[in-house]
C-alpha cells in the first residue's frame, strides 16, 4: 500500500537526514552536505521528499566518484541538471499543449 509521508521542511532534522546519507557514501572527502547553500539546494531540488533528497545524493555521489573530485559540491549537484518532481509531473502533457 501507498503511504503518504510529510515532506521535510529545511530544518536540523533535514540536516541530520544529510548527515546520515553522506556518512553511508563511500567518498573519500568530506562533502557537508548538511551546511547551507549545498542543503538548501539539496532541499529545494527535492521539495522535501525522501526519495528525492536520495535520488540526488546518490547521482550526485556517483559524479563525485567518476569524476575524481571523491566529495559532493553545489557544483557536483548543479551539473546533474536534476527537475524537481513537480516540473517533472505530466511533462509530456505539458509540453503538448505549448
Known sequence: DTVAVSRWGFDEDFATLLDSLEASMPLAHASNLSRPPLAK???DLSEGLIGEVVDIVTRAAVAAIES???R???STVMALRYVPLSL???S???HAMT
Open 72 to 74: 559532493i559540491t553545489s
Open 88 to 90: 517533472r509531473r505530466n
Open 68 to 70: 575524481g573530485e571523491e
Open 92 to 94: 509530456a502533457l505539458r
Open 41 to 43: 539546494m539539496i532541499h
